[in-house]
T-cell receptor
């Protein structure tokens, strides 16, 4: 089955700890994205990568870091510098040259 | 600065009737528009898209209309079904192929049986 997987579905961490969210796709898509969704708000872009070993900051990159060592994987690290890390995090991917993005099921991160 | 706006946070429609969801944008550089549907605690699923060279695109029960002069698009769902109850997001991108999407804040659609 082709698709995007995010794990885990729910994640709890103590304040001050870094945490890494997983995103894997087997769609052979070149581009991958990370968004966060907060209640009453749209999806806001954190980071995106259009090709392996390259990525760009989105609109709200502060306190986050990413890597893109493999085409299939785009992990997101929420660092202790992120002031309000509790949110629903969504990963997406798209094939080159099209703007239609396909989303994973999301990870809800709660920082206690 | 919210470049893509969905001014109605919620909408209730009787089953079988037409649902109309609206979206406005401010950036005239946007030339590709998409609608996504999202259930709680799940990722959005792509519904339908339209490029700025068209003013209408239809896919089954879903039709998207684009009015470039008014910077307005709408999604029509007819007939509405209970499974259509979800949050709908519109999104826009500049220069088709750029791949960066700007999302609206969403409209929660409730279909009343």
């Amino acid at each position: 089955d082709g698709g995007i997987t995010q794990s885990p579905k729910y994640l709890f961490r103590k304040e001050g700890q870094n945490v890494t969210l997983s995103c894997e796709q087997n769609l052979n898509h070149d581009a991958m994205y990370w968004y966060r969704q907060d209640p009453g708000q749209g999806l806001r872009l954190i980071y995106y990568s259009q090709i392996v070993n390259d990525f760009q900051k989105g609109d709200i990159a502060e306190g986050y870091s990413v890597s893109r060592e493999k085409k299939e994987s785009f992990p997101l690290t929420v660092t202790s510098a992120q002031k309000n890390p509790t949110a629903f995090y969504l990963c997406a991917s798209s094939t080159g040259g099209t703007d239609t993005q396909y989303f994973g099921p999301g990870t809800r991160l709660t920082v206690l | 600065d919210q470049q893509v706006k969905q001014n109605s946070p919620s909408l209730s429609v009787q089953e079988g009737r037409i649902s109309i969801l609206n979206c406005d944008y401010t950036n005239s550089m946007f030339d590709y528009f998409l609608w996504y549907k999202k259930y709680p605690a799940e990722g959005p699923t792509f519904l339908i898209s339209i490029s700025s060279i068209k003013d209408k695109n239809e896919d089954g029960r879903f039709t998207v209309f684009l009015n470039k002069s008014a910077k307005h698009l709408s999604l029509h769902i007819v007939p509405s079904q209970p499974g259509d109850s979800a949050v709908y997001f519109c999104a826009a991108s500049k220069h088709f192929g750029n791949e960066k999407l700007t999302f609206g804040t969403g409209t929660r659609l409730t279909i009343i049986p």
